[in-house]
């Protein structure tokens, strides 16, 4: 088969994949997350519950899983990395500092206390919301980004419902990957500073849009910043092909695949067998290379 050949087939598999596969099924279990989703006749009024159980919190998410049209809607679904990403960041072990700074603890004398220092963190393509809602509620300043304005309308939604929860409510914002220009001026203008921390789940599924994507990573952590990059991702099709987005910041990243001790126990996400239709997950830590 000649690679054109090779590279068509690809695409078709990603297509019918993404178009035809339910993401989240009603009633799975993700990781030990119980997720259950509910949809009544609207698909307009669709919701999942996630229950942040290292929060000891359960979540309702507005979800528009499907467009119009009958299409899976990418930026209107809760996508099965984002629990396993919000489970990871809520965990106390969790070794990435932007996640323990703000993490709300009880003092001696049993109040909830915040830490002084907040940390800055950018999601990117942030769909419905699950982790930077999960950040938000360990006290981090969260600006959940995406390219899609239906993104931001969930997001906007599912973010007040819990304004009551948060030290500081979570910024939605549009960011389209590759508009440097806008990176750059919520970097100016609305975080004022870098990120300690970006965060993106299931982002790396198109051709297209990949060296945009890695092109605002490398914004929001230049060399020299000591932020961290945080992506959860679930294999798809081709791990080498998906694989060689993360292999492309080896140069000056220094990249680790999270530790399995941090997935939840079920042996849901435990594998890399392409051909068990579980779902395997990795997620990565990048921080610059000195
Ligand atoms: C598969 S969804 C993942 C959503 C969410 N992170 C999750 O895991 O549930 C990919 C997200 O990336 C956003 N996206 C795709 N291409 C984009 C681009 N070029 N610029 C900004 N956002 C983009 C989509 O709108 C969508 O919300």
Redo the contacts with the bound molecule.
Sequence with gaps: MTSVSAMILWWTLIFVA?TFIP?VTSYTILGGIDQEKKDDAESENSFVTEKLRHLQKQVELRIQSHEPSGRVS??????????L?ADYITNPACPLEAFQRMRIHDDDDGNVRLQPQPSTVV?????????SLAAAFLGCRVFA????P??IRLMNENFEKYAPDFAMPPRTL??????MDAAQSLIQSELCCLPDAIM????V??Y??RE??AA?IRLLCPKGHSGRVVI?H?WRTDPADEGSFFESFDDDFDREEVGMEFLPDDGYHRTRNMMDMRYPISIFEMRRKC
């Design positions: 993404l993401p990418m930026a209107g679904t809760l996508w099965e990395a984002s629990p990403l999601e990117l393509g942030s769909g419905v919301g699950l982790a980004t995406d390219g899609s239906s993104s549009r960011l389209d990957w590759g508009d993106a789940s299931d982002v599924y198109s297209s849009a945009e994507l605002t959860a679930r």
